[in-house]
């Protein structure tokens, strides 16, 4: 299958010195895939720093980049506006921190034959200690409650066609990961086709990542509760 059309989009939150670099490397790369059209979505989720700033800055830059704010609601908050608010077929998200080689992108695009929604799971898993076993236990807890077994579900690195999300429930998570989750719970239940790919994964250079909050640990669980009483 030759895509044509691809949507990119980055949540943003914090990350005024990873997104410029982050957004021009996707921008190098996605010149050489041959594509007729594409377009880079940068949702702000109520940055503190000077990320809207700068995302703006990018979107005056290159006609092709859509700058969108919005008030703080989280992770899954963020990806909820992205995945809306993309306007091709073929959807790739990743993280704005640049802990991703962004060129690894045409490992997914050579599946798209035989997928509808593509998911990445790192080779090595460049976090601190505490992150990865937070990680480990949240792997644990989608197992224990809904028999999920996706290798590295939360990669922050995945692929979708639009007739998924036009297919099945609204996704609803909020903070947290737990949004991947829901995505392949409710892709599975409306009978979609999955595949894998793995990619490297390197050390943030610049700022702090928030997903291992308590608020935002919690919000994920009561988001898992709320997915599996819908679900049975």
């Known amino acids: 299958?030759?895509?044509?059309?691809?949507?990119?989009?980055?949540?943003?939150?914090?990350?005024?010195?990873?997104?410029?670099?982050?957004?021009?490397?996707?921008?190098?790369?996605?010149?050489?895939?041959?594509?007729?059209?594409?377009?880079?979505?940068?949702?702000?989720?109520?940055?503190k720093d000077k990320s809207p700033e700068i995302i703006d800055n990018l979107a005056k830059k290159y006609n092709f980049i859509k700058a969108?704010?919005?008030?703080?609601?989280?992770?899954?908050?963020?990806?909820?506006?992205?995945?809306?608010?993309?306007?091709?077929?073929?959807?790739?998200?990743?993280?704005?921190?640049?802990?991703?080689?962004?060129?690894?992108?045409?490992?997914?695009?050579?599946?798209?034959?035989?997928?509808?929604v593509i998911y990445a799971y790192k080779i090595k898993r460049s976090d601190p200690p505490f992150r990865m076993f937070a990680a480990a236990g949240w792997a644990f807890s989608l197992f224990l409650v809904l028999g999920l077994r996706v290798k590295d579900v939360d990669t922050g690195f995945k692929m979708v066609n639009k007739k998924v999300l036009q297919k099945i429930a609204p996704l609803e998570s909020t903070r947290g990961g737990m949004i991947n989750a829901e995505l392949v719970m409710k892709a599975r239940k409306a009978g979609f086709r999955f595949a894998q790919v793995s990619v490297n994964h390197y050390h943030r250079l610049y700022g702090k990542p928030s997903g291992v909050k308590l608020e935002v640990i919690i919000q994920s669980y009561l988001d898992l509760l709320k997915l599996w009483w819908k679900l049975h």
């Open 1 to 47: 299958m030759k895509i044509d059309e691809l949507s990119v989009f980055f949540p943003v939150y914090n990350e005024e010195k990873n997104i410029p670099v982050t957004v021009e490397k996707a921008i190098a790369v996605l010149k050489t895939l041959g594509l007729k059209k594409y377009e880079i979505i940068l949702v702000d989720d109520g940055s």
């Open 68 to 116: 969108i704010h919005q008030a703080n609601g989280g992770y899954g908050c963020a990806l909820r506006t992205g995945l809306a608010n993309a306007s091709y077929d073929w959807i790739v998200y990743t993280d704005a921190d640049g802990q991703f080689d962004f060129s690894e992108v045409t490992k997914f695009l050579e599946k798209a034959e035989e997928a509808d």
